[in-house]
T-cell receptor
């Protein structure tokens, strides 16, 4: 039972345009959401997060939107750059049984930004 | 400062052999996590250590898997009698604290191949 779903395995965009990566979750106990970026042969690196008390968090070119009623979040990258090409993982944690440190990850979306 | 390091970076072993994977967390981080990523899957939580508290082993897939953390720092993940389905990238992460609001910093991972 996959609690965090990234339904698009890949996404290709042109440099300078907006990239929108989507994530859906099923567990209503999740209250903290994160996006990680992963280059080949490297570990994931933290990108941006959002608490369930907010619906938007922005950091430079990266914005995460949270729609709790739809159990959906998205990551917007604008403008997209070739260096943004990587696998993006959506992750969630929640205070379920006191284990709010445990991250549940989606399968990732491979973003390719074409020059 | 130094990030999370893991060794070896790659390990090929024969089915039935035991393997040990090592993780050196960021100095001062009290929380340490092990995840694994099988082909085409997201990261799967395995085990969590926080200070001197009993570890959360709820993600370990079988009793062939065990982990320890010595002196609140270095951790070793041991897989006994390896099986082909154990082939995956094993990732270690550490964080300053234990709650879901603390960013987890990942190492580069150990790619385990069981032949």
């Amino acid at each position: 039972d996959q609690q965090v779903k990234q339904n698009s395995p890949s996404l290709s965009v042109q440099e300078g345009r907006i990239s929108i990566l989507n994530c859906d979750y099923t567990n209503s106990m999740f209250d903290y959401f994160l996006w990680y970026k992963k280059y080949p042969a490297e570990g994931p690196t933290f990108l941006i997060s959002i608490s369930s008390i907010k619906d938007k968090n922005e950091d430079g070119r990266f914005t995460v939107f949270l729609n709790k009623s739809a159990k959906h979040l998205s990551l917007h990258i604008v403008p997209s750059q070739p260096g943004d090409s990587a696998v993006y993982f959506c992750a969630a944690s929640g205070n379920s049984g006191g284990s709010n440190y445990k991250l549940t990850f989606g399968k990732g979306t491979l973003l390719t930004v074409n020059p | 400062g130094a990030g999370v390091s893991q060794s070896p970076s790659n390990k090929v072993t024969e089915k039935g052999k035991d393997v040990e994977l090592r993780c050196d967390p960021i100095s001062g981080h009290t929380a340490l996590y092990w995840y694994r990523q099988s082909l085409g899957q997201g990261l799967e939580f395995l085990i969590y250590f926080q200070g001197n508290s009993a570890p959360d082993k709820s993600g370990l897939p079988s009793d062939r898997f065990s982990a320890e953390r010595t002196g609140g720092s270095v951790s070793t993940l041991t897989i006994q009698r390896t099986q082909q389905e154990d082939s995956a990238v094993y990732l270690c992460a550490s964080s300053e604290g234990a709650s879901g609001g603390y960013e987890q910093y990942f190492g580069p991972g150990t790619r385990l191949t069981v032949t």
